[in-house]
């Protein structure tokens, strides 16, 4: 086990975990954002430049401060390593940075938004963004475009972390959409107007930090704030059939993954929850479930947390 | 000659190209001594005393990145050239490979021999094709004759050397990405660590080198490293080859030797005859687009008076505030009737199509920087524009994966900080700045 300091707060890992996984042992204010890393997808991670830390002592060994700022998902602790996060002016302003880069060309059309009130990139805007653009060159902009009778693709509100395309190489059983074009022109999309269907492409949309990849079954339905999410089951052959309903009075509006504080797919007895497409698209109806009762949630999101009106200090609190 | 030492000596001899010219020429004699009487250890260490340091631009010691490689039992080494030169201002590698291939190939095999690297990789840019046909006739000349392939000259070393051809990318220069792209995959930059050196093509061990750095093995083994490291000042040894273009009266591929002044270089005879036209010198880019820019008060002289030398210290001296760096020897000179402007939005425009796109800071960020340069240099700047491309500079420099990001970032830096009051008068005479250029900068007194 190596020991590492992060914001002055000691913890113990094991040789070769990341700092941002360090940082997640700990909790709280000490994890960075981040946007394209995803612990269950190896080989995600060190695109989007959020989780930027300060490495104030690369080790005991080495004690010397590194001279960049290093991205925490893709950089090993070693022992006796001191990292600054919340507590360090220059991440604070690199973060700010990076999360200005990330909206330049984004667009600031929430409020039609289906990712809105669980957008990481709202989440991060709202910590680390100003009130005001720089910005004043005319955007990139796309059409969106169906990729399959099921997922919507939103380039305009892509930001590029690769997750999806992770998702398709380690959970389908064969990529058809990836990464096109260079520089700010690239973009995800799929290889000459070729659907992405397979049993497992709907987990692109819980990937999805962004509202680039939305649930065509449930674009315009409602505002994820007014639906009660509860943990539901029903028994699968494709994959673990448990899932979350959301919910408003009996009907159902949307099935996803459950997902953990930190916005990703959920370990159930060991192994990612991953949903196939049949119970995420197909089973629309309350009979199809056994709802076993109401979702804890992290109310992590801008609109959820209701940090408009109330206080932050209870951030995990049962809804339903 | 003066200006063709070590690497271009034989350039001119007809037929160099050819093996049979270039053998009566004294080529592949270093190859006949190292596979004869010396070990791969003994090639590395004439390499290490050679001080030979990395020819792409970083400039990192090539003996050094050699004995970094991993060397774990069963698993095999990959040696990489990177010919995939598409800096602006840079063109001394596909001289060299048009003119000298055996050269390249001998570099080649005493490098995998002292890597202990039995398959190896030249990757071409893919605009160069004309130069891939005449590396792969080379080749097959060099395997003709027992250079390459199973037990060379009966050593019982084995080596194949594979040309490929790159897609066309910038970022495929950067040494992950190109390793990316010869696998086969989009030429994006990997995460690093881990370093090509523990596990890089295939997963195994690799080590990057630059065609220039490659080629100047052959010398180092003919002659021993201390004989290269006699040329040269301090820990700038042997000589370099300088990409000299723009506004010269004798633009041209020069081999120097390593710490002969900037002044003599451009005025010289023996180099570049001073600026074209009789015009005056107003700015000088020294290593690559990529390198900060200098003012011309700053391009013979120090900003502490000293001559500035062509060696890799002499040229950075002043850090980013008053030097530059010797990069990958792309020379360039700018005249009085050069626009900064224009020149960094071309750099800028450059930068923002050859950016992968991976990383945020680096896809946002080079494409920003071109709207605004562009926005400025076509009459639409405003003056909080300057402190915003400098504010953008800061937030994308050392935040990216790979160091594409620094080199969009530092010529536009440089450029707003040396020739700040050229981008004022741009923004305040829109009209005027659309009809002649701004001229040279006024000189301070250099104490």
């Known amino acids: 086990m190596v020991k590492v300091t992060i914001d002055g707060i000691e913890v113990e890992v094991e040789p070769g975990t990341s700092i941002l996984n360090a940082a997640r042992k700990i909790g709280g204010d000490a994890v960075p954002p981040a946007m394209c890393y995803y612990s269950k997808l190896p080989g995600t991670g060190g695109k989007c430049r959020t989780c930027l830390v300060e490495v104030a002592a690369g080790s005991t060994a080495d004690p010397r401060p590194m001279p960049k700022l290093v991205a925490s998902c893709s950089t090993p602790v070693q022992d006796g390593m001191v990292v600054n996060n919340k507590t360090s002016e220059r991440v604070h302003n690199n973060r700010g940075g990076v999360v200005e880069f990330l909206l330049a060309n984004h667009p600031l059309d929430c409020p039609i938004c289906d990712q809105a009130g669980e957008c990481h990139l709202q989440d991060l805007g709202y910590e680390h963004g ?20 099921k997922i919507k693709l939103h380039m305009n509100r892509c930001i590029l972390c690769y997750r999806c395309v992770f998702v398709a190489n380690q959970l389908t059983e064969n990529r058809v959409h990836g990464v096109m074009h260079r520089g700010e022109h690239a ?16 987990n692109m949309i819980d990937v999805c930090p962004v509202g680039a990849l939305t649930d065509r079954t449930f674009r315009f339905k409602s505002r994820v704030w007014f639906l009660k999410p509860m943990d539901a089951e029903r028994s699968c052959s494709k994959c673990c059939g448990k899932a979350v309903v959301w919910m408003f009075g009996n009907d159902i509006y949307r099935v996803t993954a459950r997902k953990d504080k ?36 992290n109310r992590h999101s801008v609109i959820s947390q209701g940090k408009y009106a109330t206080s932050i200090e209870k951030p995990v609190k049962r809804i339903g | 000659m003066k200006n063709r030492r070590l690497l271009l000596e034989h350039v001119e001899v007809p037929g160099i190209e050819g093996i049979e010219v270039y053998v009566k020429n004294g080529g592949y004699a270093a190859l006949q001594k190292a ?36 060397k774990p039992e069963g698993v095999p080494r990959y040696l990489v050239c990177n010919a995939d030169e598409s800096e602006p201002g840079t063109f001394k590698d596909r001289y060299l490979m048009e003119k000298l291939p ?52 009966g050593s019982g070393y084995d080596l194949d050397l594979v040309v490929t051809p790159g897609g066309g990318a910038y970022i495929c220069g950067e040494e992950t990405a190109l390793l990316e792209s010869l696998e086969g995959k989009r030429g994006n930059p990997r995460i690093k660590p881990p370093f090509p050196a523990v596990k890089g093509l295939w997963g195994c061990p690799t080590v990057v080198n630059n065609v220039e750095s490659i080629a100047a093995v052959v010398p180092i083994v003919r002659d021993g490293g201390d004989a290269y490291a006699a040329i040269g000042i301090g820990r700038s040894t042997g000589t370099k080859l300088i990409s000299a273009c723009g506004n010269l009266a004798r633009p041209g591929v020069y081999e120097i030797d390593l710490g002969i002044s900037v002044e003599e270089f451009i005025y010289g005879d023996d180099y570049c005859r001073g600026i074209a036209n009789g015009k ?6 020294p290593g690559g687009s990529s390198v900060p820019i200098l003012p011309h008060f700053l391009v013979t002289k120090t900003a502490t008076g ?28 700018f005249d009085e009737d050069q626009c900064i402007v224009r020149n960094t939005w071309n750099f800028a425009r450059f930068y923002a199509h050859e950016s992968c796109g991976q990383c945020s800071p680096c896809r946002e960020g080079t494409g920003w920087m071109e709207k605004v340069l562009s926005r400025i240099e076509h009459g639409q700047g405003h003056m909080h524009d300057i402190d915003l491309l400098a504010d953008i500079n800061k937030k994308i420099e050392g935040n990216t994966i790979c160091p594409l990001g620094d080199a969009a970032a530092w010529p536009v830096a440089a450029a707003i900080h040396h020739f700040r009051e050229e981008f004022e008068w741009h923004i305040k005479h829109p009209s005027e700045a659309q009809t002649r250029n701004y001229g040279l900068i006024q000189q301070p007194v250099v104490a």
């Open chain 1, 130 to 149: 100003s009130a005001k653009t720089r910005y004043e060159e005319e955007r990139r902009t796309f059409d969106p475009i169906d990729i399959g009778n």
């Open chain 1, 187 to 202: 973009e995800i999309s799929t290889f000459i107007e070729q659907a992405v269907e397979n049993d497992f492409s709907g």
């Open chain 1, 262 to 297: 930190f916005g990703e797919v959920e370990d159930i007895d060991g192994k990612t929850a991953w949903l196939c497409n049949d119970c995420r698209f197909e089973h629309k109806s309350a009979n199809d479930w056994n709802i076993a009762g109401p979702r804890l949630i």
């Open chain 2, 35 to 70: 596979v004869k009487k010396m070990s791969p250890e003994e090639v590395v260490e004439e390499v290490k005393k050679s001080g030979l340091r990395g020819r792409g631009g970083a400039g990192f010691p090539t003996g050094m990145k050699w004995s970094f490689l991993a």
């Open chain 2, 102 to 153: 055996h050269l390249l190939i001998e570099g080649m095999i005493l490098s995998s021999f002292a890597l202990g690297a039995n398959q190896s990789y030249i990757y071409i840019r893919g605009e160069f094709m004309y130069v891939l046909n005449i590396l792969e006739k080379a080749i097959a000349e060099a395997y003709a004759k027992g250079y390459l392939g199973k037990n060379i000259l």
């Open chain 2, 280 to 285: 005056q010198l107003k700015a000088c880019v």
């Open chain 2, 306 to 333: 000293e001559d500035r030398l062509m060696t890799y210290e002499s040229l950075a001296e002043g850090g980013f505030a008053s030097g530059s760096m010797l990069g990958s020897g792309g020379f360039i000179i």
